[in-house]
T-cell receptor, first 116, second 114 residues
Framework: KNQVEQSPQSLIILEGKNCTLQ??????????LRWYKQDTGRGPVSLTI?????NTKSNGRYTATLDADTKQSSLHITASQLSDSASYIC???????????????FGTGTRLTIIP | DAGITQSPRHKVTETGTPVTLRCHQT?????MYWYRQDPGHGLRLIHY???????DKGEVSDGYSVSRSKTEDFLLTLESATSSQTSVYFC?????????????FGEGSRLTVL
């Protein structure tokens, strides 16, 4: 069974500090890994998408890493801001036969709170 | 902004009543999805569509039906709502680039079944 596990479940840090969120997965056959940010009461918004051949990808202050051998990913947030308070969801895609239909497995997310 | 609008955004209904949620997109993307989000669970796929009148089941499709009579609209229907269907429902579309479909989500529809 495909699974995505995220840790920690929740995290509280001071504004300006860095933090790292973790994602472990057992999804096969692997296609890509995504990180989404979900503000309270809003839909998820894509931060990064990484394929098998990519081991790091940045989007502003967000840097995602992927180790396909150990099936682990991390999302590092640098110099956190109050607006970074949100849930961060790791999503892993499995390749399927039909082009256009990737099978996605969603993690339950890490709830990040930035305090001033 | 992928031009996705969900309606209604909030709805309270009673057990046994029918409910229809609407997802409207403005950019004619082929693939559309309905997910539900519940505490302690990742987003779970209910149904998806790969074109007009072309739909298929996701992992939690029991109790739900969908229809897509126009490219821009994807409807999710609960024929007889139950309390276990209290959830936040998200519509999404896929935008394909380089062999990967990036998902764009709507703002969600919060449904409470009493």
């Amino acid at each position: 069974k495909n699974q995505v596990e995220q840790s920690p479940q929740s995290l509280i840090i001071l504004e300006g500090k860095n933090c790292t969120l973790q994602c472990n997965y057992t999804v096969s056959p692997f296609s890509n890994l995504r990180w989404y940010k979900q503000d309270t009461g809003r839909g998820p918004v894509s931060l990064t998408i990484m394929t098998f051949s990519e081991n790091t990808k940045s989007n502003g202050r967000y840097t995602a890493t992927l180790d396909a051998d150990t099936k682990q990913s991390s999302l590092h947030i640098t110099a956190s801001q109050l607006s970074d308070s949100a849930s961060y969801i790791c999503v892993v895609s499995a390749r399927v036969a039909n082009f256009g239909n990737e099978k996605l497995t969603f993690g339950t997310g890490t709830r990040l709170t930035i305090i001033p | 902004d992928a031009g996705i609008t969900q309606s209604p955004r909030h709805k309270v209904t009673e057990t046994g009543t029918p409910v229809t949620l609407r997802c409207h997109q403005t950019e004619n993307h082929r693939y559309m999805y309905w997910y539900r989000q519940d505490p302690g669970h990742g987003l779970r796929l209910i149904h998806y569509s790969y074109g007009v009148k072309d739909t298929d089941k996701g992992e939690v499709s029991d109790g739900y039906s969908v229809s897509r009579s126009k490219t821009e609209d994807f409807l999710l229907t609960l024929e007889s709502a139950t309390s276990s269907q209290t959830s936040v429902y998200f519509c999404a579309i896929s935008v394909w680039e380089g062999g990967t479909g990036e998902l764009f989500f709507g703002e969600g529809s919060r449904l409470t079944v009493l």
